[in-house]
Structure formats: structure tokens, C-alpha cells
């Protein structure tokens, strides 16, 4: 089984200023998945962001960009100007490209966000 | 399009009793999940199904869990019986399938279950 880590059981930051989510894996694969989920106090996990690990360019989602470091196997999450409803645990998660595809998830970091 | 649908959405048992749960993937999608999230972890696979057909089942405790995916679409999970360590939630999720590659998963929204 793959390794997820993510160091930072919680984070807080203001409304409209910007924070960063920190997530490190384990791997001895080239060609893999990786994903920043969001799972709100109602449950339902919804995907922020993926990342295809052969590609070179660091995937943006309107106000959620990542930064992918591939050879520090590092894959954090900003999150820009943000706001009320980015408050959640989110979560980040690996998947090998082909064969068994099930997700790798680390422990989360639960974000506050502060009128 | 509507997404994954679970139910139901809560669930209290004692002990020792039997319980289901059941999901409908987001059609179109060959791949099923289910995962168990224990309260303060992430979620965990318990088996994975490519149609009907199991794919990975290796964490799935087979002395008390079952899981069947008949015609490819809905799934069933079943606890019987049902230990204190059983409680948490249990998510589905699928995903579509095409050249020997797993789209996106996508998440339905759980079932809570508590076991007393």
C-alpha cells in the first residue's frame, strides 16, 4: 500500500487571504494519480483537484491551484482568496495509473476559515 | 447528471445484528468502490468491483463483511454481525473504465453506521 502523509491535522486561515495545505507521499512508481478531495461537515467527498503525475504543469482549478514535486514527492494545495465555504477536511490521495485503482487517502487536515 | 446515491444514510445497530447498505454508481460508470472512514482517518478501501466482478477484495473482512455488484450497476455491503469497531462511515464511490484506465472516483454521501 502506498504511503499519504499529511502533517498538518488542522489549518486555519483568514476569509480572502490564501493558504496552503502541505501532503507528501511515498512511491516507487513513474505514472500515478493525485487528488486533493474536500469533505465538508456533510459528508459527501467531493474532488478538488487532480494531477497527472507525467505531467510537467501544476493543475489549477480556479481558486485552487497545487504545487506537484515530483522528485520530493511533494503535492501541496493553495487555495487563494479564500472563503466561508472552503471551511472543510481535505484530504489527499493517491492512485496508481493502471491495475488495482483504488485511492490512497492521508489522514486530512481540517480547515477553519475566519470571517 | 446524478451522482452516486447511497442509503441509507444512517444507522444504528447492536452488536452481533446484521445490517446492508446499498449503492447506485453514476451510470456509465464499469468501477465501484467501497471504503470505510473510522471518524479522524481518511477513507479505506474495502473492495472494488469492474463490473460484476470483484477486482480487489483484500481488506475486506471476510469472516463478517459481503459485498456483491450484481449486473454491474447497484452494489450491496453487508455487515453480519456487526462488531464495536465496525462503526463509521461507509462511502461508495465509482468511476468510469476505458482502455485499461480508472477515470475520477466519485464520492456518494455515506452511510453513518453506529454500532452499540
Known amino acids: 500500500a502506498q504511503t499519504v502523509t499529511q502533517s498538518q491535522p488542522e489549518m486555519s486561515v483568514q476569509e480572502a487571504e490564501t493558504v496552503t495545505l502541505s501532503c507528501t507521499y511515498d512511491?516507487?512508481?513513474?505514472?500515478?494519480?493525485l487528488f486533493w478531495y474536500k469533505q465538508p461537515p456533510s459528508r459527501q467527498m467531493i474532488l478538488v483537484i487532480r494531477?497527472?503525475?507525467?505531467?510537467?504543469q501544476n493543475a489549477t482549478e480556479n481558486r485552487f491551484s497545487v504545487n506537484f514535486q515530483k522528485a520530493a514527492k511533494s503535492f501541496s494545495l493553495k487555495i487563494s482568496d479564500s472563503q466561508l465555504g472552503d471551511a472543510a477536511m481535505y484530504f489527499c490521495?493517491?492512485?496508481?495509473?493502471?491495475?488495482?485503482?483504488?485511492?490512497?487517502f492521508g489522514t486530512g487536515t481540517r480547515l477553519t476559515v475566519i470571517p | 447528471e446524478a451522482g452516486v446515491a447511497q442509503s441509507p444514510r444512517y444507522k444504528i445497530i447492536e452488536k452481533r445484528q446484521s445490517v446492508a447498505f446499498w449503492c447506485n454508481p453514476i451510470?456509465?460508470?464499469?468501477?465501484l468502490y467501497w471504503y470505510q472512514q473510522i471518524l479522524g482517518q481518511g477513507p479505506k478501501l474495502l473492495i472494488q468491483?469492474?463490473?460484476?466482478?470483484?477486482?480487489?477484495d483484500s481488506q475486506l473482512p471476510k469472516d463478517r463483511f459481503s459485498a456483491e455488484r450484481l449486473k454491474g450497476v447497484d452494489s450491496t455491503l453487508k455487515i453480519q454481525p456487526a462488531k464495536l469497531e465496525d462503526s463509521a462511515v461507509y462511502l461508495c464511490a465509482s468511476s468510469s473504465y476505458l482502455n485499461g484506465y480508472t477515470d475520477t472516483q466519485y464520492f456518494g454521501p455515506g452511510t453513518r453506521l453506529t454500532v452499540l
Open positions: 494531477q497527472e503525475a507525467y505531467k510537467q
Open positions: 490521495a493517491y492512485q496508481y495509473q493502471t491495475g488495482a485503482n483504488n485511492l490512497f
Open positions: 468491483f469492474q463490473n460484476n466482478g470483484v477486482v480487489d
Open positions: 451510470s456509465g460508470h464499469a468501477t
Open positions: 512511491t516507487s512508481e513513474s505514472d500515478y494519480y
